[in-house]
């Protein structure tokens, strides 16, 4: 009697451990469905930055040999060629960071993925706004006077303070206010969320584990 008892005992410990390993798995996948989603919107708005950004400097690049003789113009329009192919090479390295996370991989490796992920957001980001000042030279007359190149270089100056000081603000230890704000647009909420469904996952095991 002792003996059959234990051994439906151990098959009934078995079932219900292969219905938690169960429930642990669809979990993870719906979690997981969840932030493919979340990341799919962002995703769709890389891609169409990346279109415009490359559309941007295909336009620059034309008018840049167009008017070739005008220094001023070649070196702004040079430069903001420059800033925005690195903030297109930043949204293509976002993109595949994105593709390459998964929840069915282990916590760590994931955490890591996302923390990845918002440190090249956040950078993308900060380094986009120093080409501001640059701006204010992009179409300048030639033969301009005096007074117009004074007023051209106040411009630049106002506009590459406030680009260094958002510069200095947006970073990684200052992720809140309106910072954390422009951070979400470019998928820091997804971010968040992939790092609550983390957090459920845990949790899950925990209550399971006890």
């Known amino acids: 009697m002792t003996d059959e008892f234990q051994s439906l005992w151990k098959q009934y410990d078995n079932k219900l451990e292969r219905s938690l390993k169960l429930n642990q798995q669809l979990l993870e996948e719906i979690q997981g469905r969840k932030v493919r989603t979340s990341f799919g919107w962002a995703i769709a708005f890389k891609f169409m930055a990346i279109v415009l950004g490359i559309g941007w400097n295909a336009l620059l690049g034309s008018l840049l040999w167009h008017f070739r003789g005008n220094y001023v113009f070649v070196a702004a329009s040079g430069l903001i060629i420059l800033f925005t192919a690195y903030s297109i090479c930043g949204y293509v390295l976002q993109i595949l960071l994105m593709f390459q996370i998964n929840l069915s991989k282990s916590i760590l490796t994931t955490q890591k993925s996302l923390a990845h992920l918002e440190a090249v957001i956040v950078w993308t980001l900060r380094v986009a706004f120093l080409q501001a000042p640059v701006y204010a030279f992009l179409?300048?007359?030639?033969?301009?006077?005096?007074?117009?190149?004074?007023?051209?270089?106040?411009?630049?100056?106002?506009?590459?303070?406030?680009?260094?000081?958002?510069?200095?603000?947006?970073?990684?230890?200052?992720?809140?206010?309106?910072?954390?704000?422009?951070?979400?647009?470019?998928?820091?909420?997804?971010?968040?969320?992939?790092?609550?469904?983390?957090?459920?996952?845990?949790?899950?095991?925990?209550?399971?584990?006890?």
């Open 139 to 210: 179409f300048v007359p030639r033969g301009a006077s005096v007074g117009y190149w004074v007023v051209l270089v106040l411009v630049a100056l106002v506009l590459g303070a406030v680009s260094y000081w958002l510069y200095r603000r947006i970073r990684l230890g200052n992720l809140n206010g309106w910072v954390k704000k422009m951070v979400d647009n470019e998928g820091g909420k997804s971010i968040a969320r992939a790092r609550a469904f983390i957090r459920e996952i845990e949790e899950y095991k925990k209550e399971v584990s006890e």
